[in-house]
Nanobody, 126 residues
Framework: QVHQVESGGGLVQTGGSLRLSCVAS????????MGWFRQAPGKEREFVAA????????YYADSVRGRFTISRDNAKNTVYLQMNNLKPADTAVYYC???????????????????WGQGTQVTVSS
């Protein structure tokens, strides 16, 4: 089981950048696919990006492809989300999670995901 703590959120203007970090604990981090999700006020949590255990392949939601980059450092048990050209629509609480396979993250298969952390707030002003 992987448990995670997210950080790096904040308030930025439209067009700005932020880098989120997720430090995970647990023996299975290096063999787990990791993903980022977000939840805006009044909306359901949605998939943002995911990366396989080796870090060699990633998948993105259409709304962030070309602006966000997910990466990981297995030696530090950390997954990152570099967010560029931020828009007000990106305002949300961002969470990371783990799964044994990438598809479970992309499809949001709840029973295959770990526990949710507290998330980190990202606010983009217009």
């Amino acid at each position: 089981q992987v448990h995670q703590v997210e950080s790096g959120g904040g308030l930025v203007q439209t067009g700005g950048s932020l880098r989120l970090s997720c430090v995970a604990s647990g023996r299975t981090f290096s063999t787990s696919a990791m993903g980022w999700f977000r939840q805006a006020p009044g909306k359901e949590r949605e998939f943002v990006a995911a990366i396989i255990s080796s870090g060699s392949s990633a998948y993105y939601a259409d709304s962030v492809r070309g602006r966000f980059t997910i990466s990981r450092d297995n030696a530090k048990n950390t997954v990152y989300l570099q967010m560029n050209n931020l828009k007000p629509a990106d305002t949300a609480v961002y969470y990371c999670n783990a799964a044994s396979r990438l598809h479970a993250l992309v499809a949001g298969i709840t029973e295959e995901l770990g526990d949710w952390g507290q998330g980190t707030q990202v606010t983009v002003s217009s």
